[in-house]
């Protein structure tokens, strides 16, 4: 099976801008997570998505935001961006079920907010 | 609240020695827990996972790790580490419901 893909792999905008980044799940996987990656913080949870339906969220503000297509592809949009927002967006992708599922993790999205 | 502790940022080790690495977490119940590796410019890949059972669990790469629910901790060791090896580590907790709390991480450096 094909891994887990995000596109774009590198971004740059600048502040005010908005941006989508993509994620596409593995086959037959129907949740997704986005989570953000900055140096000395780990990784922060933005959202989970099941068969369309936000079903988790972190404590992130309004400007970010996500969905989930019928074929389980997500995007994540990130509004009038600011310069804390440069980082490295990670989608991860599950079968379903609960928090002791193993989830698969694309490769990421750097995004540099100048 | 649930919580992950990794108390090393990074740590050093020459190659052809052991490894530990650290992990504490905060949780009610007994956690499904888990240890990621990430290498530069990759995403997190999967070492292992305890959800119960036996507590010294393998792992790939040659990685175990050992749960021990006195001290709420869950560290992750190699007997002999490789060039290969230095990367960042993460040590993660299933929450219960959907969620899955990582911890900060861990850089591993390795001397040759």
């Known amino acids: 099976k094909a891994g887990v893909t995000q596109t774009p792999r590198y971004l740059i905008k600048t502040r005010g801008q908005q941006v989508t980044l993509s994620c596409s799940p593995i086959?037959?996987?129907?949740?997704v997570s986005w989570y953000q990656q900055t140096p000395g913080q780990g990784l922060q949870f933005l959202f989970e998505y099941f068969s369309e339906t936000q079903r988790n969220k972190g404590n992130f503000p309004g400007r970010f935001s996500g969905r989930q297509f019928s074929n389980s592809r997500s995007e994540m949009n990130v509004s009038t961006l600011e310069l804390g927002d440069s980082a490295l967006y990670l989608c991860?992708?599950?079968?379903?079920?609960?928090?002791?599922?193993?989830?698969?993790f694309g490769p990421g999205t750097r995004l540099t907010v100048l | 609240a649930q919580s992950v502790t990794q108390p090393d940022i990074h740590i050093t080790v020459s190659e052809g020695a052991s490894l530990e690495l650290r992990c504490n977490y905060s949780y009610g119940a007994t956690p499904y827990l888990f240890w990621y590796v990430q290498s530069p410019g990759q995403g997190l890949q999967l070492l292992l996972k305890?959800?119960?059972?036996?507590?010294l669990v393998q792992g790939i790469k040659g990685f175990e790790a050992e749960f021990k629910r006195s001290q709420s901790s869950f560290n992750l060791r190699k007997p002999s580490v490789h060039w290969s090896d230095a990367a960042e580590y993460f040590c993660a907790v299933g929450a219960g419901g959907f969620k899955t709390i990582f911890g900060a991480g861990t850089r591993l450096f390795v001397k040759a």
């Open positions: 086959s037959g996987h129907r949740s």
């Open positions: 991860a992708s599950r079968e379903g079920g609960t928090s002791g599922t193993e989830q698969f």
């Open positions: 305890y959800f119960s059972g036996d507590t």
